[in-house]
């Protein structure tokens, strides 16, 4: 299971939550493939280059947020499930939402009004809550999932980016008409060239992010009284929402404006991201020290784990195949200990710990029978081996 | 590897959760729209009102209309698309952004293909030339689409940096004097204030 350290549990125990996500996406794509399979008959070429630039964008954006998340990246199965949302539900759901109060607008405030403001009062409460909905969902189904501030940054990220994909390619179809489809070829790379390479930096995967990291705070079982945690899960999507209003709002004017709208909700979302990552590594390394006094983690091993490259230089060094297995395993075990102990209140965690460092303990036993070929197997950098006694 | 690395799964059956959730996707996908509907988005507008369609000062035109005309507010952007009715006709006037200079000479085939995403079997006819009331040089045609028929006209904008598309829709029983009305609108179309 490397790369996932731990992972939660695979039985179905929460069909509604299951069945409230599927029958979300399945409505999601319903809707999609409802308002564009025409302009999709009509432009097949342009539409197959736009459906390629967005499997370019999501593999790119799928990697990202997975990789800064510190120590581990999040297992795959909520990530794609994450991605899936915001591709599917919450951006056919947003074109319903969307249209019924730009509608809304026009008709109470004037066309006037709903040209100019309509964005700005319309996508920040529909889509912010939409994405949120994902992750609220993932969180139902399995509490494992989300267990810290940062995995809500990044799993947020991760539906921001699904939603902020398939919004780009209905852009890009949306663009060949509004171009007279005099040329859809150039209006697909145009709308991309745009959206990808100006205003993606600071589009829904920011916004989503913070206010996923709300929703990792909600969820995480800290012992911290339910008001506070409403209080600033709310307090994240009102920011997120406010970030979305501003990235739509026609002000300030001119590319500078535009320039300025994506660099802020970047710098936003990447502060929220630092202060949960430090909360995180802080709480990381405070648990691994707690372990040294029960063996399961030595101090020079706390130091390492927490970074994917030192964990690999310790089990990747001039050793045999077996040997590298073990420590692999031991590590593996470890993370699992730190990251169930992250949640300060978690009442099933004393039992798990227990049986995870009996684990690390057979697993060093093991290790230690094992014979040593030669000179000593500290790798370049002197990372020891987590078995060496 | 032992159990122990599994995380446990949810902390209990919760019901309310997931209906929540599902509540807040009806909520705004079902409730906006439905809201929506109730308000009437039809407004009459008075005789000889000029509406400026496109985004900016550097791209935009203005056109009259005569009397009897309903703007369609729900689909009306005035920066990109005006929706009006006048009888039994419809009539959209719409901003054509152009990338670039050259890709003007693709505007009428452009038209024809955009027909074709809400009606498979849309028929436009060959283009003929149109000079509007204030001197701007178009193209007119016939065009028939889901049962309706009517004309579409396009008016390259200056330096072909833009256009416009007029596009007028009615059941095939519809009468003279409302062809009459909807041929003052296409023709009055203009790229200058002063003229409008």
New interface residues.
């Given amino acids: 299971?490397r790369g996932g350290?731990?992972?939660?549990?695979?039985?179905p125990?929460?069909p509604?939550?299951v069945?409230?996500a599927l029958?979300?996406c399945l409505?999601g794509l319903g809707v999609i493939v409802h308002e564009y399979r025409?302009?999709v008959?009509?432009?097949p070429a342009a539409t197959a280059l736009a459906g390629f630039l967005l499997l370019l964008t999501l593999g790119v954006g799928y990697l990202l947020p997975r990789r800064i998340r510190p120590v581990v990246a999040p297992p795959h199965d909520g990530s794609i499930a994450c991605v899936a949302w915001g591709m599917t539900?919450a951006t056919g759901?947003a074109i319903?939402?969307n249209?019924?109060?730009s509608?809304?607008w026009?008709?109470?405030r004037?066309?006037?009004f709903?040209?100019t403001w309509?964005a700005a009062m319309t996508a920040p409460l529909?889509e912010e809550?939409?994405k949120l909905?994902g992750l609220?969902?993932l969180a139902?189904?399995?509490?494992?999932v989300i267990?810290a501030p940062i995995d809500g940054w990044v799993y947020g990220a991760l539906v921001g980016l699904g939603f902020q994909v398939v919004e780009n390619l209905l852009y890009a179809l949306n663009s060949i008409?509004?171009?007279?489809?005099?040329?859809?070829g150039?209006?697909v790379d145009?709308s991309f060239a745009a959206r990808v390479g100006i205003t993606g930096w600071g589009s829904h995967w920011a916004m989503s992010a913070v206010a996923g990291t709300g929703v990792g705070y909600l969820v995480a079982r800290d012992g911290r009284p339910l008001a506070r945690r409403v209080s600033v899960a709310l307090g994240c999507w009102l920011l997120a929402m406010g970030m979305h209003w501003f990235f739509n709002a026609p002000l300030p004017l001119g590319w500078r404006g535009t320039l300025a709208r994506v660099g802020v909700d970047f710098v936003v979302a990447m502060l929220v991201y630092r202060s949960a990552r430090r909360h995180y590594l802080a709480r990381f390394r405070e648990v691994a020290a707690e372990e040294a006094a029960t063996g399961a983690i030595r101090p020079v091993e706390a130091e390492l784990l927490p970074r994917r490259h030192s964990r690999r230089q310790v089990r990747d060094g001039p050793r045999s195949r077996p040997v590298r297995v073990l420590i692999g395993?031991i590590e593996?075990?470890q993370l699992?200990l730190v990251?169930?102990r992250i949640p300060r209140a978690d009442p099933?965690e004393p039992a798990?710990?227990e049986?995870?460092r009996e684990?690390i303990a057979t697993l060093r036993a093991h290790l230690r029978a094992r014979p040593v070929p030669g000179p000593p197997t500290a790798p370049a950098g002197g990372a020891p081996a987590p078995g060496g006694a | 590897m032992t159990d122990a690395r599994i995380l446990p799964g949810p902390r209990r059956a919760r019901w309310w959760g997931p209906l929540a959730v599902a509540a807040v996707l009806v909520l705004l996908t079902g409730g906006w729209p439905l809201i929506d509907s109730w308000i009437s988005g039809d407004r009459r507008v008075l005789a000889g009102t000029v509406f400026r369609v496109g985004p900016d000062d550097d791209h935009r035109a203005w056109f009259r209309v005569g009397a009897g005309w309903i703007l369609d507010r729900g689909a009306t952007t005035p920066s990109r698309v005006f929706v009006l009715r006048h009888g039994d006709v419809d009539l959209s006037v719409a901003y054509i952004s152009l990338p670039r200079a050259e890709d003007a000479d693709a505007l009428w085939t452009g038209l024809r293909d955009t027909l074709r995403v809400g009606d498979r079997n849309a028929r436009l006819g060959v283009p003929g030339p149109l000079v509007a009331h204030a001197g701007a040089q178009g193209m007119v045609g016939t065009l028939v689409r889901d049962g309706d028929t009517g004309r579409a006209v396009i008016y390259p904008g200056p330096e072909d940096a833009f256009a416009i598309r007029l596009i007028a829709l009615a059941p095939q029983a519809t009468a003279d004097p409302q062809w009459a009305q909807v041929a003052d609108v296409l023709r009055s179309l203009t790229f200058t204030e002063e003229a409008a």
């Fill in positions: 299971m350290v731990v992972r939660s549990a695979g039985e125990s929460a509604a939550a069945g409230v029958l979300g409505f025409d302009t008959r009509v432009f539900a759901c319903l939402a249209t019924g109060l509608g809304i026009a008709k109470t004037g066309v006037d709903a040209d309509g529909n809550t939409l909905c609220l969902i139902l189904i399995g509490s494992g267990r008409l509004l171009d007279g489809a005099t040329n859809p150039a209006s145009a395993e593996e075990a699992a990251a169930g099933s798990r710990s049986r995870l684990e």
